[in-house]
């Protein structure tokens, strides 16, 4: 994509994230080069909410060239580039909201262009998809570079020789050794980027934000939210590329692993043991609400939970529905 500012003189991009993917240093990083490299002006800011390691974040770039002053610190809803840095986040969030349908889409994704755009309904011209999370997990690094790498592979304003420097700044002076994976995996990013331009989109913007349920006509009583909060929500887009496996023949339902998890993930049913006794046995994981982080893993003294690269649908699949008896369950 060439420089061409929008009628208030900037090129924007927004970047769709979850808190502790990177995608602020990636904000960060690409403000940095345009401003050193190409003597535009820049700036980067998030909208992290109130929220924790796992929910959604957005993050801002606002470029103009050097005899346009930025003074416009409001979020970006009409970006010209949206990059999604979890391809998840299109189940619960309006990522695409308000992209110009001539922009570009950047998505983490082990889809090609067509088969994400045929998925989602998309009406955008530019679709870049790229396997950030593979690309990460070959290196051991985040998948954040390697989006900076995508973005890369459509932008031609900003020069890609700067990225390097500006790993180095971000991660040189606390972890070096980070530095040179990170290198690596932002240019696999920028290689492995698949570009497809489509040609049959319908001119405009889409807005595509939905109402909220609590708002001030639709919230109970007193402002009350009924139900409980964080269990109604699906967290799977939370997780970076790696799960949790149960492997139920292995299992001595010792509960290490529920004593650890942070989100409540485990099933139980009551039953007998061999001696008639009565005793919880554990059912499986409810994946809904898994973040990936591995405590499980790591406290079950029987490999019945083992690490995995995460496959498509495997969650849904697999998943053991917390019943919730009391709130009808979540579907
Ligand atoms: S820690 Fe392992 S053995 Fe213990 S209940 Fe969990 S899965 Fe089963
Ligand atoms: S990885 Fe294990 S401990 Fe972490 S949220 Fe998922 S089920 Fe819970």
């Given at each position: 994509m060439e420089f061409i500012p929008n009628k208030h003189g900037f090129v924007e991009i927004r970047l769709e994230s979850i808190g502790g993917q990177g995608a602020y240093s990636v904000g960060q990083m690409l403000a940095q080069i345009g401003v050193e490299g190409s003597h535009l002006h820049a700036i980067c800011f998030a909208d992290y909410g109130s929220e924790k390691k796992g929910a959604p974040v957005k993050t801002f770039v606002r470029f103009a060239k050097d005899d346009v002053t930025i003074l416009n610190y409001s979020p970006v809803n009409e970006p010209q580039i949206v990059a999604v840095?979890?391809?998840?986040?299109f189940k619960t969030q309006p990522v695409t909201d308000g992209l110009h349908t001539d922009g570009i889409l950047i998505v983490n994704t082990d889809q090609t262009p067509e088969q994400l755009r045929a998925m989602y309904n998309l009406n955008v011209k530019t679709i870049v998809t790229v396997d950030a999370t593979k690309i990460a997990l070959q290196y051991k690094t985040k998948l954040n570079t390697a989006m900076l790498g995508a973005i890369f592979s459509s932008l031609?304003?900003?020069?890609?020789?700067?990225a390097a420097d500006a790993i180095e700044k971000m991660f040189g002076y606390k972890y070096p050794h980070l530095v040179e994976p990170n290198v690596s995996t932002f240019k696999d990013g920028m290689e492995q980027a698949q570009t497809h331009v489509f040609t049959d989109v319908e001119a405009g913007i889409a807005h595509t934000r939905k109402p909220t349920p609590f708002g001030y006509e639709t919230q109970n009583q007193g402002g009350e939210i009924a139900g409980p909060n964080s269990y109604t929500?699906?967290?799977?887009?939370?997780?970076?590329?790696m799960m949790p496996e149960y492997l139920n023949e292995k299992c001595?339902?010792?509960?290490n692993c529920d004593n650890v998890c942070p989100d409540f993930c485990f099933v139980w049913e009551e039953g007998v043991d061999a001696r008639g006794r009565a005793q919880m046995f554990l059912q499986g994981i409810d994946y809904n609400y898994c973040k990936g982080c591995l405590k499980c893993v790591e406290v079950c003294p029987t490999q019945a939970l083992v690490s995995m690269v995460e496959e498509r649908d495997y969650a849904d699949a697999h998943r053991v529905q917390k019943p919730f008896d009391f709130l009808g369950g979540v579907k």
């Amino acid at each position: 994509m060439e420089f061409i500012p929008n009628k208030h003189g900037f090129v924007e991009i927004r970047l769709e994230s979850i808190g502790g993917q990177g995608a602020y240093s990636v904000g960060q990083m690409l403000a940095q080069i345009g401003v050193e490299g190409s003597h535009l002006h820049a700036i980067c800011f998030a909208d992290y909410g109130s929220e924790k390691k796992g929910a959604p974040v957005k993050t801002f770039v606002r470029f103009a060239k050097d005899d346009v002053t930025i003074l416009n610190y409001s979020p970006v809803n009409e970006p010209q580039i949206v990059a999604v840095f979890h391809e998840l986040l299109f189940k619960t969030q309006p990522v695409t909201d308000g992209l110009h349908t001539d922009g570009i889409l950047i998505v983490n994704t082990d889809q090609t262009p067509e088969q994400l755009r045929a998925m989602y309904n998309l009406n955008v011209k530019t679709i870049v998809t790229v396997d950030a999370t593979k690309i990460a997990l070959q290196y051991k690094t985040k998948l954040n570079t390697a989006m900076l790498g995508a973005i890369f592979s459509s932008l031609n304003f900003l020069d890609p020789t700067l990225a390097a420097d500006a790993i180095e700044k971000m991660f040189g002076y606390k972890y070096p050794h980070l530095v040179e994976p990170n290198v690596s995996t932002f240019k696999d990013g920028m290689e492995q980027a698949q570009t497809h331009v489509f040609t049959d989109v319908e001119a405009g913007i889409a807005h595509t934000r939905k109402p909220t349920p609590f708002g001030y006509e639709t919230q109970n009583q007193g402002g009350e939210i009924a139900g409980p909060n964080s269990y109604t929500k699906n967290l799977t887009a939370s997780r970076e590329g790696m799960m949790p496996e149960y492997l139920n023949e292995k299992c001595i339902h010792c509960s290490n692993c529920d004593n650890v998890c942070p989100d409540f993930c485990f099933v139980w049913e009551e039953g007998v043991d061999a001696r008639g006794r009565a005793q919880m046995f554990l059912q499986g994981i409810d994946y809904n609400y898994c973040k990936g982080c591995l405590k499980c893993v790591e406290v079950c003294p029987t490999q019945a939970l083992v690490s995995m690269v995460e496959e498509r649908d495997y969650a849904d699949a697999h998943r053991v529905q917390k019943p919730f008896d009391f709130l009808g369950g979540v579907k």
